[in-house]
């Protein structure tokens, strides 16, 4: 089948990398904030990016990781324009200070890319006393997301570019609770299931992303501003080793990575 060997329509196959898709871009005039840039999908993200010219603000939890991979990518690309800054997602003071420090600088903001999140954790409390994952994975992106919004309908306006907002979610949208989002059991510890609960924030993350394109839809219908539109895009990466299944053995996380 295509999707395993083959090319599917957009020219590219699984085989085909970041660097492969996006070998023709110059996007030397744009910003991106992308998040969990430390491990995994994150720091592919920013690394490429930041090889096709855009300013690239890593967004970390862990501020020496952080640093390890911008010299990281400094080595191999000495152009690359590239920040480390300190963001925990399940920390809405945390969120709400980068965002304030981020918007203080003056940068434009093209492309948010809201990529962190945790899989499958123990259940615990976030420091806002929210379910872990849901506070991780949704909460805080959302959070994020609206703090940052008008920064990006103003550089939309200013450049005349389209701006572009992606939650990374999960195919495990589709496997949260029977119920779908447990609004009123959020912080259910006795039925809570760690699978099911990264499946929740997931699904948090498509419909965030679906109703947050609507939204912005009728926002730019509405001004009729040539160069304010900014799209919204959730979507599922894939198959990936990546350091997410830390809290799986090795059957669950080999179970869950065709999951993802």
Not at 113 to 137: C, R, V, Y
Not at 157 to 174: F, P, T, W
Not at 178 to 196: A, H, M, P, Q, V
Not at 243 to 256: A, E, K, M, P, Q
């Amino acid at each position: 089948m295509w999707w395993f060997s083959g090319k599917g329509p957009s020219g590219f196959s699984a085989s085909s990398t970041a660097e492969e898709v996006t070998q023709q871009i110059d996007a030397t005039d744009l910003t991106a904030i992308v998040t969990g840039a430390t491990s995994g999908i994150g720091t592919e993200t920013a690394r490429v990016l930041a090889l096709r010219g855009v300013h690239v603000v890593m967004a970390v939890r862990n501020m020496e990781a952080g640093r390890e991979i911008k010299e990281t990518i400094l080595r191999n690309n000495s152009t690359a324009k590239i920040d480390t800054t300190e963001l925990d997602l399940g920390s809405m003071e945390s969120v709400r200070k980068f965002a304030s420090q981020f918007n203080s600088r003056g940068l434009p903001l093209n492309i948010l890319i809201n990529n962190a999140g945790i899989m499958a954790t123990p259940f615990k409390l976030s420091k806002d006393n929210i379910e872990l994952q849901f506070a991780t994975n949704h909460i805080g992106h959302f959070l994020l997301t609206n703090l940052l919004l008008e920064t990006m309908k103003q550089t939309a306006i200013k450049q005349k570019k389209e701006g572009r907002i992606v939650n990374v979610a999960s195919r495990r949208h589709k496997l949260s609770y029977s119920e779908g989002i447990r609004f009123d059991k959020i912080n259910d510890k006795s039925g809570y299931n760690s699978l099911s609960a990264y499946g929740q924030s997931k699904l948090a993350n498509v419909l965030h992303a679906n109703e947050l394109a609507r939204q912005l839809k009728v926002t730019h219908l509405f001004e009729q501003e040539e160069g304010t539109k900014i799209t919204a895009n959730s979507l599922n990466p894939g198959a990936i080793a990546t350091n997410l299944f830390r809290y799986h053995s090795l059957i669950d996380g080999f179970v869950g990575l065709l999951g993802k």
